[in-house]
């Protein structure tokens, strides 16, 4: 027998559930990444439980929202002890537990990866849909497309620049950090791509692109780890305090890629300002001493 792939299966269920005639009362989520859609879309009182890291600060921007909801790891009996009529889950969650929520007829509705903007607008619209929110996914799909607008700069003369993370990983242009550089007038010294949206440059090739601009991505910033601390280098600090900008971002607001990647633009977008204003004034400078 041919199974059908589960983004087949799971935007049947996400349709059948849609069609029903009232919208879910008990929905869980188990995912950090659906955690983050269903905080801002699920009717009040309607989320029973997020998956643990929904309430961590450090990964999850939607921590506060759900502070005080019951936590899971993702483990079926968990699942099952809320009785849930609608299961919030990622592409990614664990094979094993979506066929024993298919044995036991409770819907699930699987979010994916986001590479664009549009990828992040089609994971809002799911959850929208399958919570019975159609109208308060539009308002969200509203503000993000208003936040993006506003942080739009042009790049016809803009800085270069990396966004560089722990463990040394920089974003590629077609990610969704990488098409944020793009939209707030950045240009990305990284130029090849990959299906992660993500590559590994040394510390050698960093300061080799010379970057105007090293847009740093530090996860707990204050918990030490070997993830870090490649980013406290001596060579990239002393590169990043006598030849670039440097900005701070929180990594939280980039967590799964969603809506909440607007908080970067907004930070990025204010930079390149910034930058610009001290380019002006400086050429303004040299031409009057001239």
């Known amino acids: 027998m041919r199974l059908l792939p589960l983004s087949i299966l799971s935007g049947a269920i996400c349709w059948a559930f849609a069609a029903a005639a009232e919208a879910p009362r008990s929905v869980v ?26 309430q961590d600060a450090a990964d999850s921007p939607v921590a506060e929202k ?4 019951p936590r899971n790891d993702a483990r079926i009996e968990e699942i099952l002890s809320f009785a849930p009529d609608l299961v919030l889950a990622h592409e990614w969650t664990s094979p094993f537990t979506l066929d024993l929520l298919r044995r036991v007829d409770i819907p699930f509705v699987l979010v994916s990866d986001s590479r664009s903007f549009e990828d992040i607008r089609a994971n809002i619209r799911l959850v929208a849909k399958a919570l019975g929110r159609v109208a308060r996914g539009e308002e969200i799909v509203a503000a993000f497309d208003a936040d993006l607008e506003k942080a739009r700069r042009d790049g016809a003369k803009g800085p270069t620049a990396i966004l560089y993370q722990d463990m040394g990983s920089a974003a ?13 007038g950045f240009h990305n010294v990284i130029a090849n791509e990959n299906p992660v949206g993500l590559v590994y440059p040394g510390i050698e090739d960093v300061i080799a692109f010379r970057p105007q601009l090293i847009a740093l991505g530090i996860y707990r910033p204050d918990e030490p780890s070997l993830a870090g601390a490649l980013l406290s280098h001596p ?3 002393l590169y990043r305090t006598q030849h670039a900008e440097e900005l701070d971002l929180p990594a939280g607001d980039w ?6 990647v607007a908080r ?10 910034e ?6 004034i400086a050429s303004a400078n040299q031409g009057h001493a001239q």
Do not use: E, Q
């Not at 950090?32 to 929904?54: E, H, N, Q």
């Not at 967590?255 to 909440?260: F, G, K, M, R």
């Open 275 to 280: 930058i610009m204003t001290r380019r002006a």
């Open 66 to 69: 759900l502070r005080g909801l």
């Open 172 to 184: 590629t242009p077609d990610s969704v950090l990488g098409r944020i550089l793009t939209l707030t």
């Open 255 to 260: 967590t799964c890629s969603t809506h909440y």
């Open 235 to 237: 060579a990239l600090h």
């Open 29 to 54: 989520s188990i995912n950090l990444c659906s955690d983050i859609y269903a905080a801002d879309i699920a009717a009040p009182g309607t989320l029973k439980s997020v998956f643990r890291l929904g």
């Open 264 to 273: 970067t633009a907004t930070l990025l977008a204010t930079t390149h300002d």
